[in-house]
C-alpha cells in the first residue's frame, strides 16, 4: 500500500459508459474514488463501503485489482451491480428488445393514442414523440414521420390539432389488463401536500399518465415472461431507465436549450408541474436499451473497462457466517448498523464511503419510483424503508438520524484494521448536521488527519460558465484510528472567535475580496480538523461572522456569479503587501505552466492548480479557464501557448 497521503484535490474525468446508463442521485467522480481506493488498499486487501450508492466504488475497486465489499440498504444498489456483472449475449437482447417494441407496436391502444397525422405529408400514422402540457391540456407535441423522407424517419415540433386534444381527454378511460404497482405514497415529507394535489392521486401508479402507464405496464409483463434470468435483469435495466423519464415528474426543457424533443427528472424531489413533457414510453425504452448511455453501452464497456466480469457474491441472513473470499465484489442489502454479521473485526484495509447526509437526498423515497416494480420481479428488492439513516420531518428527528449515524461509525471503527483510514465525504452544510458528523467520527473512535475541500463535475470546459458553487462539490474527509475521543468544548464566544480568525486567515491567504461561498468552504475544513463540539446555540456561520461586519470585515456586492458577496479586511495592517493577490498568483501559475509545457488539457492545468491551491485557496474554475484563453488558443483538444 502506498505510503504517499492524497492531501490536495483531483480532477474529476468523464464517466465511462458502465456509469452513465442508470440514474442514481448523487453519483461520485470514479476515477476520484478509483485513485483513493488504489492509493489505500494494498494489492491483496479488502476495500468496503457500507453506502455503495450506484455501485460504481465497487467497480472501481474491481479496475484497481482490490477485493471489495459493496453493501447499501438501498435493494437498487444491488440490481445494478447484479445486471452489470450478468452475461451480456448483444444478439439475443437485441432480439428481445425488438420482439417486445413490435408487441406495443401492433397493440391497438398504443396505435390509437400514439399516433397523429402528419403535417407534412398527411400520414395517419406519424408517431407521436411526446406530448407537453399545461393546466391539464395539451398544447404541443413532437411528431416522428417515416413517410415523408422514405428510409429516414423526420421528426418536428407542432401544436396539437383537435384530433389530439380530444385524443389526450380520453385517456382516463383506457383499461389496463396488466400488472401496475398500485403502493400508495407512504408518510414521508418528500411526498408534499403540494404535489399530491397536482398530481392528483396518492399512488405511484398516479405518477404516469394513463396511456404512459398502459405501455409501461405492457412491457413489463413481456419483461418478466422472458425465461433466461440475465435477458430478464437487462430488460428491466431498460426498463428502469426509462420510467422517470415518461411520468408526470418531467419538464418540457428551456427554449433555448435546444433539446426540444428530451426531458428529465432534473430535481432530487418528488415534483408535479403546471407544465408536464409526456414521452412516449416505447420510445424511451427503445433508447435506453440501444444507443449512448444505454443497457447495450454499458453492459458492452464493463468488460473493456473493468478488464473482466467481476465475480459477485451475494450476502444475506442466510449466508452471514461465510466468510470465504471466493469474490471480487461482495455485496447485498445489508443495514450497516448490522454490518458485524457479515465482516470480521479487524478486517477491512480501507474504507471510502459516501454517507447520509441528514436528509439532504432522500434516496429510498426517491428510489421507490423503481422499487414498486423491481419487487415484483424479486421480493428481495422490497426496500425497508423504516432502517434509513435520516431525517424527515414529522417521521424521523435529527436525534433518531444522530443515534444510528454515531453507531453506525461506532461499527466501522470495529471492521477496520489497526492500520487502516476511513475517508469520508460530505457536502451537507446545515452545521447541525455537521455537528452530528463529526462527533460522531470523533466518538467512534477515528481522528481527522485532513480535510479536502473537492471540486466535482469541472473537467469539461462546458461547465466553466456556471459560477463557483452551483455545481455539487464535497469534503473529502480522512481519519485514522486512535484511542482516544477528542471533543472541544467550547462556548459561543469561543467557536465564533475561532471562526472570525480563521476567516480573517483565509482571506489574509488570499489577499483579495473573496466570496462568501469560498470562504464558508474554507471555514467548514478548519472546523472540521479542530474538532469542536457545537451544539447547543445558534451556529449559523454567515450571522457569526456578520456581526463583525464593520469592525474586522467589509462586504460588497458580488454582480459576477453566485457565489456570494465579496468579504474583505477593514484592517489592511493584516495584510502582506508584498504577498500578490490570489488572482495574480494563479494567472502567474497558468502563465508558467504553458511557458514550460507549451500544450496542455484543460484538466492538466486544473489538476496543478488543485495541488498548489488547496481549500478555502482553491479558485474558481471560470476564472481559470480565463486565464488559459488569455495565454494559450485552443488546437485540438490541447490548449498551446500563445508566447509573449
Same mark, same amino acid.
Given at each position: *500500500?502506498?505510503?504517499?497521503?492524497?492531501?490536495?484535490?483531483?480532477?474529476?474525468?468523464?464517466?465511462?459508459?458502465?456509469?452513465?446508463?442508470?440514474? /442514481?442521485?448523487?453519483?461520485?467522480?470514479?476515477?476520484?474514488?478509483?485513485?483513493?481506493?488504489?492509493?489505500?488498499?494494498?494489492?491483496?486487501?479488502?476495500? #468496503?463501503?457500507?453506502?455503495?450508492?450506484?455501485?460504481?466504488?465497487?467497480?472501481?475497486?474491481?479496475?484497481?485489482?482490490?477485493?471489495?465489499?459493496?453493501?447499501?440498504?438501498?435493494?437498487?444498489?444491488?440490481?445494478?451491480?447484479?445486471?452489470?456483472?450478468?452475461?451480456?449475449?448483444?444478439?439475443?437482447?437485441?432480439?428481445?428488445?425488438?420482439?417486445?417494441?413490435?408487441?406495443?407496436?401492433?397493440?391497438?391502444?398504443?396505435?390509437?393514442?400514439?399516433?397523429?397525422?402528419?403535417?407534412?405529408?398527411?400520414?395517419?400514422?406519424?408517431?407521436?414523440?411526446?406530448?407537453?402540457?399545461?393546466?391539464?391540456?395539451?398544447?404541443?407535441?413532437?411528431?416522428?414521420?417515416?413517410?415523408?423522407?422514405?428510409? %429516414?424517419?423526420?421528426? /418536428?415540433?407542432?401544436?396539437?390539432?383537435?384530433?389530439? #386534444?380530444?385524443?389526450?381527454?380520453?385517456?382516463?378511460?383506457?383499461?389496463?389488463?396488466?400488472?401496475?404497482?398500485?403502493?400508495?405514497?407512504?408518510?414521508?415529507?418528500?411526498?408534499?401536500?403540494?404535489?399530491?394535489?397536482?398530481?392528483?392521486?396518492?399512488?405511484?401508479?398516479?405518477?404516469?399518465?394513463?396511456?404512459?402507464?398502459?405501455?409501461?405496464?405492457?412491457?413489463?409483463?413481456?419483461?418478466?415472461?422472458?425465461? +433466461?434470468?440475465?435477458?430478464?435483469?437487462?430488460?428491466?435495466?431498460?426498463?428502469?431507465?426509462?420510467?422517470?423519464?415518461?411520468? @408526470? *415528474?418531467?419538464?418540457?426543457?428551456?427554449?433555448?436549450?435546444?433539446?426540444?424533443?428530451?426531458?428529465?427528472?432534473?430535481?432530487?424531489?418528488?415534483?408535479?408541474?403546471?407544465?408536464?413533457?409526456? *414521452?412516449?414510453?416505447?420510445?424511451?425504452? %427503445?433508447?435506453?436499451?440501444?444507443?449512448?448511455?444505454?443497457?447495450?453501452? $454499458?453492459?458492452?464497456?464493463?468488460?473493456?473497462?473493468?478488464?473482466?466480469?467481476?465475480?459477485?457474491?451475494?450476502?444475506?441472513?442466510?449466508?452471514?457466517?461465510?466468510?470465504?473470499?471466493?469474490? &471480487?465484489?461482495?455485496?447485498?442489502?445489508? &443495514?450497516?448498523?448490522?454490518?458485524?454479521? =457479515?465482516?470480521?473485526?479487524?478486517?477491512?484495509?480501507?474504507?471510502?464511503?459516501?454517507?447520509?447526509?441528514?436528509?439532504?437526498?432522500?434516496?429510498?423515497?426517491?428510489?421507490?419510483?423503481?422499487?414498486?416494480?423491481? @419487487?415484483? =420481479?424479486?421480493?428481495?428488492?422490497?426496500?425497508?424503508?423504516?432502517?434509513?439513516?435520516?431525517?424527515?420531518?414529522?417521521?424521523?428527528?435529527?436525534?433518531?438520524?444522530?443515534?444510528?449515524?454515531?453507531?453506525?461509525?461506532?461499527?466501522?471503527?470495529?471492521?477496520?484494521?489497526?492500520?487502516?483510514?476511513?475517508?469520508?465525504?460530505?457536502?451537507?452544510?446545515?452545521?447541525?448536521?455537521?455537528?452530528?458528523?463529526?462527533?460522531?467520527?470523533?466518538?467512534?473512535?477515528?481522528?481527522?488527519?485532513?480535510?479536502?475541500?473537492?471540486?466535482?463535475?469541472?473537467?469539461?470546459?462546458?461547465?466553466?460558465?456556471?459560477?463557483?458553487?452551483?455545481?455539487?462539490?464535497?469534503?473529502?474527509?480522512?481519519?485514522?484510528?486512535?484511542?482516544?475521543?477528542?471533543?472541544?468544548?467550547?462556548?459561543?464566544?469561543?467557536?465564533?472567535?475561532?471562526?472570525?480568525?480563521?476567516?480573517?486567515?483565509?482571506?489574509?491567504?488570499?489577499?483579495?475580496?473573496?466570496?462568501?461561498?469560498?470562504?464558508?468552504?474554507?471555514?467548514?475544513?478548519?472546523?472540521?480538523?479542530?474538532?469542536?463540539?457545537?451544539?447547543?446555540?445558534?451556529?449559523?456561520?454567515?450571522?457569526?461572522?456578520?456581526?463583525?461586519?464593520?469592525?474586522?470585515?467589509?462586504?460588497?456586492?458580488?454582480?459576477?456569479?453566485?457565489?456570494?458577496?465579496?468579504?474583505?479586511?477593514? &484592517?489592511?495592517?493584516?495584510?502582506?503587501?508584498?504577498?500578490?493577490?490570489?488572482?495574480?498568483?494563479?494567472?502567474?501559475?497558468?502563465?508558467?505552466?504553458?511557458? $514550460?509545457?507549451?500544450?496542455?488539457?484543460? &484538466?492538466?492545468?486544473?489538476?496543478?492548480?488543485?495541488? +498548489?491551491?488547496?481549500?478555502?485557496?482553491?479558485?474558481?474554475?471560470?476564472?481559470?479557464?480565463?486565464?488559459?484563453?488569455?495565454?494559450?488558443?485552443?488546437?485540438?483538444?490541447?490548449?498551446?501557448?500563445?508566447?509573449?
Amino acid at each position: *500500500m502506498s505510503a504517499v497521503d492524497i492531501d490536495y484535490a483531483l480532477v474529476e474525468k468523464t464517466r465511462p459508459p458502465i456509469y452513465t446508463a442508470m440514474k /442514481y442521485w448523487g453519483k461520485k467522480p470514479h476515477n476520484i474514488w478509483g485513485e483513493y481506493i488504489k492509493n489505500y488498499t494494498s494489492s491483496n486487501g479488502i476495500y #468496503l463501503d457500507p453506502f455503495a450508492g450506484s455501485a460504481m466504488s465497487a467497480f472501481e475497486a474491481v479496475k484497481a485489482g482490490r477485493k471489495v465489499i459493496a453493501f447499501d440498504l438501498n435493494p437498487l444498489t444491488s440490481f445494478i451491480i447484479e445486471v452489470c456483472c450478468s452475461y451480456f449475449d448483444k444478439t439475443i437482447f437485441v432480439n428481445a428488445v425488438y420482439k417486445i417494441i413490435n408487441n406495443i407496436k401492433e397493440d391497438r391502444v398504443y396505435q390509437k393514442y400514439y399516433t397523429t397525422k402528419c403535417r407534412k405529408c398527411d400520414n395517419d400514422l406519424a408517431i407521436l414523440q411526446h406530448s407537453k402540457w399545461e393546466e391539464n391540456s395539451v398544447y404541443e407535441i413532437g411528431v416522428i414521420c417515416d413517410k415523408c423522407n422514405p428510409g %429516414k424517419s423526420i421528426r /418536428y415540433i407542432t401544436k396539437a390539432n383537435k384530433n389530439d #386534444l380530444t385524443k389526450s381527454l380520453e385517456i382516463d378511460k383506457i383499461t389496463i389488463d396488466t400488472w401496475f404497482p398500485k403502493d400508495i405514497f407512504y408518510n414521508s415529507p418528500s411526498f408534499s401536500k403540494s404535489f399530491v394535489e397536482k398530481l392528483k392521486g396518492t399512488s405511484y401508479s398516479d405518477i404516469w399518465t394513463k396511456r404512459n402507464l398502459y405501455v409501461i405496464s405492457k412491457i413489463f409483463d413481456l419483461i418478466l415472461k422472458q425465461r +433466461k434470468k440475465d435477458l430478464k435483469m437487462q430488460l428491466l435495466f431498460g426498463f428502469l431507465q426509462s420510467i422517470h423519464l415518461c411520468s @408526470k *415528474m418531467c419538464v418540457p426543457r428551456r427554449e433555448g436549450a435546444n433539446r426540444a424533443f428530451s426531458t428529465s427528472w432534473g430535481r432530487s424531489a418528488y415534483i408535479c408541474s403546471n407544465r408536464q413533457m409526456e *414521452m412516449n414510453p416505447l420510445l424511451l425504452f %427503445k433508447n435506453n436499451c440501444f444507443g449512448k448511455q444505454s443497457v447495450q453501452s $454499458s453492459l458492452e464497456n464493463v468488460k473493456s473497462y473493468l478488464g473482466k466480469i467481476p465475480k459477485i457474491k451475494c450476502a444475506s441472513k442466510i449466508n452471514k457466517n461465510d466468510r470465504k473470499e471466493n469474490y &471480487d465484489i461482495k455485496y447485498g442489502i445489508i &443495514d450497516v448498523n448490522t454490518i458485524r454479521d =457479515y465482516v470480521e473485526d479487524s478486517s477491512i484495509d480501507f474504507i471510502l464511503t459516501d454517507p447520509p447526509y441528514g436528509g439532504l437526498v432522500q434516496y429510498l423515497d426517491l428510489s421507490n419510483v423503481w422499487l414498486v416494480w423491481l @419487487k415484483r =420481479y424479486d421480493k428481495k428488492f422490497t426496500p425497508n424503508i423504516e432502517s434509513e439513516i435520516t431525517v424527515k420531518k414529522g417521521v424521523q428527528d435529527i436525534e433518531a438520524y444522530n443515534r444510528r449515524f454515531a453507531n453506525s461509525l461506532k461499527n466501522l471503527y470495529k471492521v477496520l484494521k489497526p492500520s487502516g483510514k476511513i475517508v469520508f465525504t460530505f457536502h451537507n452544510k446545515d452545521l447541525d448536521i455537521w455537528n452530528i458528523f463529526l462527533r460522531s467520527i470523533s466518538e467512534a473512535g477515528f481522528q481527522i488527519e485532513k480535510v479536502i475541500h473537492q471540486q466535482n463535475r469541472r473537467t469539461g470546459e462546458s461547465n466553466v460558465s456556471n459560477p463557483y458553487g452551483t455545481s455539487a462539490s464535497d469534503f473529502y474527509i480522512r481519519c485514522k484510528k486512535t484511542k482516544y475521543v477528542n471533543i472541544i468544548k467550547t462556548t459561543k464566544d469561543e467557536f465564533e472567535n475561532f471562526a472570525v480568525d480563521r476567516a480573517v486567515k483565509i482571506i489574509s491567504a488570499r489577499n483579495e475580496p473573496t466570496p462568501y461561498q469560498i470562504l464558508f468552504n474554507g471555514l467548514l475544513s478548519e472546523i472540521s480538523k479542530a474538532g469542536f463540539e457545537i451544539k447547543g446555540f445558534d451556529c449559523n456561520i454567515r450571522d457569526l461572522l456578520s456581526n463583525h461586519i464593520g469592525s474586522v470585515f467589509t462586504v460588497t456586492e458580488n454582480n459576477n456569479d453566485n457565489s456570494g458577496n465579496y468579504w474583505w479586511l477593514l &484592517d489592511y495592517e493584516v495584510i502582506n503587501k508584498e504577498t500578490e493577490t490570489l488572482s495574480d498568483r494563479v494567472e502567474n501559475t497558468v502563465k508558467n505552466l504553458f511557458r $514550460s509545457k507549451v500544450a496542455l488539457k484543460f &484538466d492538466e492545468v486544473l489538476a496543478e492548480i488543485f495541488i +498548489k491551491y488547496p481549500n478555502g485557496l482553491t479558485p474558481d474554475t471560470k476564472s481559470i479557464h480565463h486565464y488559459i484563453k488569455k495565454y494559450a488558443t485552443k488546437s485540438g483538444g490541447k490548449w498551446l501557448y500563445k508566447g509573449k
